[in-house]
Structures are given as structure tokens and as C-alpha cells.
């Protein structure tokens, strides 16, 4: 499991698994987004086909001529069911003539009265998408219709999306099936390059090293050309293995020689011509030593070759895995800042994972009012706790934010001493050593910046501190933009929602402005008692919409103004149901369903519509009855005046530990006492 060869290929096979991943991911998502689109324009095109057949035979009267056309649309296997039905959701005609005089679904009717067009039903299991087309009332059937009436009916077109789902299938399995081909030609094609280019040159030069280590020179010779790096190392190998072998074979001959002159020594004679001939053979010997010296010099300067080629592939070996650990990086902080949608959450968020990244001491993201020319503070980490961060900062000369919005383009400063240009001290009450700064964007405009200070180690920041920060702030500028979005998108429903509260309420003067009244008194509460700024949202957008189920029930109920039947008090009773009902395909609104289903909840565990106890009441719900039953009190009804704010105290004092939750009563009769309760 130490072999440099598992640890790159295992590198680069998890690289290549994430990348091809993503992608597939990317396309599933893509193919689904277009086959909605398809569906839509097909199903909007059908409706208005239908809508001008139904025109045409209504305005040469074959009335009784529609009901066939529907009919006999509804046999197309790709269309489940075509209707006409009225603004109160009563089926006029129907494909189906089994379901006409019957009601539409409530997801049917309350999708047109929200004014959409088009919409996606999995009701019952069943993938279909249902059109939405009205047929107004023109001059040509004013003899058959009131003048008055503005809309004749409202055709309802519900295409199956099976066959889209089924295609959508084809294009997943085909998409995963690419992929895993893709990311098996991928690993395919590396382990090659590996085994070839590394594994396999290295492998020649140790076989031909035991080559020669058994004196088999002749077969120690590596010819290696797959790269210009591995063959100087096969040449210089080959080089040192000659050089080796012509030494041996000169030792070896002089050796062979001197065995011969000894022979010779028998005879006195030739002792004294064999010492002559000995002592030019020592003298030849000693040069060829100096030779061979000279010779292991050559061989250890190959090995020190050969020692900087390793160094080399070291260095390239580190760098690669700073990049990776740099991508690994900002990887999992595309995912961090992507997972959350509140902007001071992700804001803290950015900043923690960056300064963790870059090893800084000090961190801050501040945005720019164009209007005020000031910085805001988004978020910051690292500075003195006396510092106001809820202060506006104004753009001046000197600082590094202002260069950067100015200039529009990142600054590094790896020594606040060479830049006299900018102010040492910070706004933010510490002293910069080294410094970087990226600006923010949305739309191509700058909208703020992410700042770096100080090092962790006291070393200055690197062009590539700036441009992984520079890369984070690309990150960053995408995922405030989709956090904004998400903030409007969440305010444009609530609005919405709003509205039909409203609306209810101004159809009877008695409620009028009761929904705001409830907030502006269950916000003052909440403050007082010392609820969490999420509660304290979640409460406000329940108060909103606390009586929005009363869509749901009969207006004359609502206006009725004798004594209410015990049949009238159990439809009133449903009206937290109703409204958690109206709310649920709302995901953001998820956490507000409870609070509104538990506010007629009794702390005895009496009240409606589950009876359920105080303890396991939600400590929101607990507010808004205390805030909802006072606005009732203190405002006119159909069967009784207002009462006085003295006497709806003294009633919620009576009720304090059976209707309501004392402590939450405590906190009211507080509030009041110190004026806090608003107008």
C-alpha cells in the first residue's frame, strides 16, 4: 500500500469519479428541466386548440356538439381526463359524463384561483400536468349567457406525463451507463499511462541493476524512449555500466598478467627483468586506479544526476497534491455555502471555512450601499469585541475595500510596509501585515468584498492565497445571488398569501386588519419573553396567515350573527386544518404549519382541533392565542361590542392556566404594564 504507483492511480481514479459525478448529475438534472418544458408548451398549446373547437360549435349553436369533442379527446391514451367546470369549481361538461355535476379537486380549483396556467399534479400516484383555459364570455353568446358573467367556464386540459417519465428513464440510464463508460475508459487509459511510462521503465532498470549485480553486463544494457526524462536516466545507466565493465575487464587482464610474469620468477634471470617488468606493472596499475578513481567521480556524479531527477519528481508529486488539496478545498465549500439559503448564515459560513482554508487570523465580508457610498458588515471573525459591527463603514481613501471597488479587480499585499498607499490600522481595530481582497459580484456588479488578514504563521500571503480567495468569491457571489432569490421568492408567497388573508378579512369589517394586529401583538410578545430570531420569524409569518383556513368555510357563517349551531362550531373548528392544508405545498412555510394548526389549542388540553395538552404545545402557538384572543376581545363582533383593554386583561387573567399558559399570560400583563403593546 506504499507503492507510489497505487497512491497516484487511487488520486486520480477519486478525481475522475467526482468529476464524471457531478456531470451526470448536471445532465439528469437538465433532461428533467426540458422534458417540463416540453410538457408545458404542449399542454398550453392543446388547451387553447380545444378552447377555439369549443368557440367555433358554441358560437354556430351545437352546444350539445361539445361534450362529444371531449369525449372523444379523452380517448387519446395521452390525456387523462378534459372538463369544463365554473369559477365555484361545479364540472359543466366532462370527457367523463360519470363526474359531471361533480366538484374539482381542491389542488385543481385552488391552482386556477392562484392564476396559474400550468401546472404538475402527482396526485394519487399519478404523473400527469394539468392545463388551466378560461372561456370568456364574447358578443356572440350573449343570447345563450348574462352579459355580466365575464367567464363562461374554465377548460381544464390533464396530460399524462407517464411517456415523458418513462423517456425520462431512457436518458438516465443512458446518461449513467456514458458515464460509467466514460470513467472506465478514464481509468483504463491512466493505469496505462502509469504502468507504461512509470511502472514499466522503472521496472528495466532494477531487472537490469540485478543484471548487473551477477556480472551479466552484456544484458544490463536498458534501452527506455517513452519520455525524454527516463531516457537520459537509461542513458546515463548505460554509460555507468560500460564504464563499470571496461574497468573490470582491465583489472581482470592485468591480474591474468602478472599470474604469467610470476611463472617466470623460476628462473633468476628473469626475476630481475619480471621486477622491471613488475614495477611497470604497479606503475600501470596505479594509473589505472587514478583512472578508476576518475571513473567512480563520473558514476557518483550520475548518481547525484540521478538524485535531482528524484528531487524533481518530489516537487512535481507535492505540487499536484497542493492543487488537490486546494480543489478538495473549495469542493466542500461549494457544498458548505450552497447548503444553506439565509445570507447571515451563510455569510459566517463563508468566512469560517476561508479563514480555515488560507490558515488567516483575521476575516470579513462587507457590502456596499451605492446609495450611502458605505460597507456594511456581512459578517466578521477575528476582531476586537468592542468593535460595532452593526455600523455602516464609510468608503474612504486608503482603504483596501475602496481600492478594490474601485478598481474592480482583486489586491494582494504581501507587506502592509511596501504600500503606503493604504491605512496599516483597520476600521475593524487591528493592524494589517500582509492582506487580500476580492471583490463581490452580482450581475457584473460589485456588490461587496471578502477580506483576508494576517496569516496564521506570520507569513505573507502568495498569488495563490489570491487566486483560490479570487475563486471562493466566484463561489460566493453565485450563492448570495441564489440566497437573494430565495429571500424575494420567499416574500413574493408569503405576499401572496397574505393577500387572500386580507382579502378575507375585508369582506367584513367586523375582522378587518385582525391578521396584522394579531402580528404587530404576538412579535411584541415574543420579544418580551426573549424568543430566537428564527422563532421569532416563524411566529410572524403563522400570525400572518393564522386564519387563512377560513377560505375554506362558508362565508354566511362567518357573517352569521344569531346563535351558532353545534353544527356551525365544528366547521369553524376546521378551520387550522384547512389552512394547514392551503399551506403544505408551500416547503418554506413547513415550519409555520404547526404553530397554525395548534393556536386554538387549550393549555388544559380542551381546546380545538386535537384537544392536544399545553406541554406539548409549541411555545409560538401559546403566543399567538394569548395575541389572537385579545384582538377578538378588544374588537367589534357581529353579536357583541369591543371590549374595554381592562376587562380582556382581567378575562385572560381569568382563563390564565386553563385556556392560556401562564407564564406566556405573565409576560403579556408585563408587556402591557411597560406600554410595550403596539397600537
Not at 482554508?357 to 469585541?385: F, N
Not at 430565495?486 to 385582525?514: F, K, M, W
Request: net charge negative; aromatic share 6%.
Amino acid at each position: 500500500m506504499n507503492s507510489l504507483k497505487i497512491k497516484m492511480l487511487g488520486l486520480m481514479v477519486a478525481i475522475m469519479v467526482m468529476t464524471v459525478g457531478l456531470t451526470a448529475w448536471h445532465n439528469l438534472r437538465t433532461q428533467k428541466t426540458m422534458l417540463l418544458g416540453i410538457a408545458d408548451q404542449s399542454s398550453r398549446v392543446l388547451g387553447e386548440t380545444i378552447r377555439s373547437s369549443i368557440i367555433t360549435n358554441m358560437a354556430n349553436g351545437h352546444t350539445a356538439e361539445i361534450e362529444n369533442i371531449l369525449e372523444k379527446i379523452t380517448k387519446e391514451p395521452s390525456i387523462e381526463s378534459v372538463r369544463i367546470f365554473d369559477e365555484s369549481g361545479r364540472i359543466l361538461v366532462s370527457g367523463d359524463t360519470e363526474e359531471t355535476g361533480d366538484m374539482v379537486g381542491a389542488a385543481d380549483l385552488f391552482a386556477y384561483r392562484s392564476n396559474k396556467v400550468t401546472f404538475e399534479d402527482n396526485d394519487k400516484g399519478k404523473n400527469s400536468f394539468s392545463t388551466f383555459v378560461p372561456i370568456y364570455n364574447s358578443p356572440v353568446c350573449h343570447s345563450c349567457h348574462d352579459r355580466d358573467q365575464a367567464v363562461l367556464g374554465i377548460l381544464n386540459v390533464r396530460l399524462s406525463l407517464n411517456a415523458l417519465s418513462a423517456l425520462r428513464g431512457e436518458g438516465r440510464e443512458a446518461t449513467l451507463l456514458s458515464s460509467a463508460g466514460m470513467l472506465a475508459v478514464l481509468i483504463i487509459t491512466i493505469t496505462l499511462f502509469v504502468l507504461i511510462y512509470v511502472d514499466a521503465p522503472i521496472r528495466k532498470l532494477v531487472a537490469a541493476m540485478n543484471q548487473v549485480e551477477q556480472g551479466d553486463f552484456p544484458n544490463a544494457i536498458v534501452t527506455v524512449r517513452n519520455s525524454d526524462e527516463m531516457a537520459l536516466l537509461s542513458t546515463k545507466f548505460n554509460f555507468m555500466v560500460n564504464r563499470l565493465k571496461g574497468l573490470i575487464e582491465t583489472t581482470v587482464q592485468h591480474e591474468r598478467e602478472m599470474a604469467i610474469s610470476q611463472e617466470k620468477l623460476v628462473h633468476h634471470d628473469e626475476i630481475r627483468n619480471m621486477n622491471i617488468t613488475l614495477e611497470e606493472r604497479l606503475k600501470e596499475i596505479e594509473y589505472l586506479n587514478i583512472t578508476l578513481e576518475e571513473r567512480i567521480e563520473e558514476i557518483e556524479e550520475a548518481n547525484y544526476k540521478i538524485a535531482d531527477l528524484v528531487s524533481d519528481l518530489e516537487d512535481k508529486n507535492t505540487t499536484l497534491e497542493q492543487a488537490v488539496s486546494r480543489l478538495s478545498a473549495l469542493y466542500k465549500m461549494g457544498l458548505a455555502i450552497n447548503s444553506t439559503m439565509d445570507l447571515g448564515k451563510l455569510f459566517e459560513l463563508l468566512i469560517r471555512k476561508t479563514m480555515d482554508t488560507l490558515k488567516a487570523r483575521h476575516g470579513y465580508i462587507l457590502l456596499l450601499d451605492k446609495e450611502a457610498w458605505t460597507l456594511k458588515i456581512g459578517a466578521v471573525i477575528g476582531v476586537p469585541e468592542v468593535i460595532d459591527t452593526t455600523r455602516n463603514i464609510p468608503l474612504k481613501r486608503g482603504g483596501v475595500s475602496h481600492w478594490v471597488i474601485d478598481n474592480q479587480q482583486p489586491l494582494l499585499i504581501q507587506n502592509m510596509d511596501d504600500a503606503r498607499d493604504f491605512n496599516r490600522v483597520s476600521l475593524l481595530g487591528f493592524t494589517r501585515e500582509s492582506v487580500i481582497c476580492v471583490p463581490l459580484t452580482a450581475k457584473d456588479e460589485v456588490v461587496g468584498t471578502i477580506t483576508m488578514a494576517n496569516k496564521l504563521d506570520g507569513t505573507p500571503f502568495s498569488a495563490e492565497d489570491l487566486e483560490l480567495l479570487t475563486t471562493i468569491a466566484a463561489q460566493a457571489s453565485v450563492a448570495i445571488k441564489n440566497a437573494r432569490l430565495y429571500e424575494e421568492q420567499q416574500n413574493t408567497y408569503l405576499n401572496t398569501v397574505q393577500a387572500l388573508v386580507s382579502a378575507i378579512e375585508a369582506s367584513d369589517a367586523y375582522t378587518r386588519g385582525h391578521s396584522e394586529r394579531v402580528t404587530r401583538y404576538s412579535l411584541a410578545l415574543a420579544r418580551q419573553i426573549g424568543l430566537s430570531a428564527d422563532s421569532v420569524k416563524k411566529l410572524e409569518q403563522a400570525a400572518i396567515l393564522h386564519d387563512i383556513g377560513k377560505i375554506g368555510v362558508d362565508v354566511a357563517l362567518l357573517h352569521k350573527e344569531g346563535k351558532l349551531s353545534p353544527e356551525d362550531i365544528d366547521i369553524l373548528h376546521q378551520h387550522p386544518i384547512i389552512g394547514v392544508r392551503i399551506l403544505d405545498p408551500i416547503h418554506f412555510l413547513n415550519n409555520v404549519l404547526k404553530i397554525i394548526e395548534q393556536h386554538h389549542e387549550r393549555f388544559d388540553g380542551k381546546g380545538y382541533p386535537h384537544g392536544i395538552d399545553g406541554k406539548d404545545q409549541l411555545i409560538e402557538a401559546r403566543i399567538l392565542a394569548v395575541a389572537d384572543t385579545y384582538d377578538a376581545m378588544t374588537s367589534d363582533r357581529p353579536y357583541r361590542k369591543a371590549l374595554s383593554h381592562d376587562i380582556a386583561l382581567q378575562e385572560i387573567a381569568d382563563h390564565a392556566g386553563t385556556q392560556f399558559d401562564p407564564e406566556v399570560a405573565d409576560a403579556f400583563f408585563q408587556l402591557c404594564k411597560e406600554g410595550g403593546l403596539p397600537s
